[in-house]
């Protein structure tokens, strides 16, 4: 199946930093989703980005299909924006379900 | 305007029980994915179905695992005699051909 690599695996920032999450896979994606999984374990929709550039509001996230890698940009972060993010395309041969990366662990801190 | 619902959200089970997980999904979605996330870990893949259809069943565990999604009612996750290594969140996400939004998840412990 599909591999998904993210990066960094842990990042700390003070508030009001900006930061690039980086998520590569080893296929054809026909979907990938960017998602947020809060400190109480929700899982919030952030992109639906096959391809091209997304934005909203301090969140913006670009897929780049054909050199098979995503980024989601954070700017200005605030301590909410504290918890794990997760990159899970949909592999163009595969089952129609989402593969998740590991994730990348963000901690904001005042 | 009800998101995906999960239920319970919390269950505890002794070794050998079973463990009945329950999905709704968004309203107008006919697509329901089962996923179990470990502590730490990003989430697997589990199932996927259909109304009375099982179409991708390539992450479930050979035995003691079963899912469904009636004609009417929730979708439901059986786990029978559970083990410890059981224990993990399960989530449901549903969709209508494109973009999956996941509920709140449901959390088995297992003693």
């Known amino acids: 199946g599909i591999q998904v690599e993210q990066s960094p695996p842990d990042l700390i920032l003070q508030e009001g930093a900006n930061s690039t999450l980086r998520c590569n896979f080893s296929?054809?994606?026909?979907?990938l989703q960017w998602f947020h999984q809060n400190p109480w374990g929700q899982l919030i929709n952030l992109f639906y980005?096959?391809?091209g550039t997304k934005q909203n509001g301090r969140l913006s996230a670009t897929t780049v299909a054909t050199e098979r890698y995503s980024l989601l940009y954070i700017s200005s972060s605030q301590t909410t924006d504290s918890g794990v993010y997760f990159c899970a395309p949909v592999s163009g041969g595969g089952a129609d379900g989402l593969t998740f990366g590991k994730g990348t662990h963000l901690i904001i801190q005042p | 305007n009800a998101g995906v619902m999960q239920n319970p959200r919390h269950l505890v089970r002794r070794r050998g029980q079973e463990a009945r997980l329950r999905c709704s999904p968004m309203k107008g979605h006919s697509h329901v994915y089962w996923y179990r996330q470990l502590p730490e870990e990003g989430l697997k893949f589990m199932v996927y179905?259909?109304?009375?259809?099982?179409?991708?069943e390539s992450g479930m565990p050979k035995e003691r695992f079963s899912a469904e999604f009636p004609k009417e009612g929730p979708s439901i996750l059986r786990i029978q005699q559970v083990v410890r290594g059981d224990s993990a969140a399960y989530f449901c996400a549903s969709s209508q051909a494109g973009e999956l939004f996941f509920g709140e998840g449901s959390r088995l412990t297992v003693l």
């Open positions: 179905l259909q109304k009375e259809n099982i179409i991708d």
């Open positions: 296929d054809s994606v026909n979907n």
């Open positions: 980005i096959p391809s």
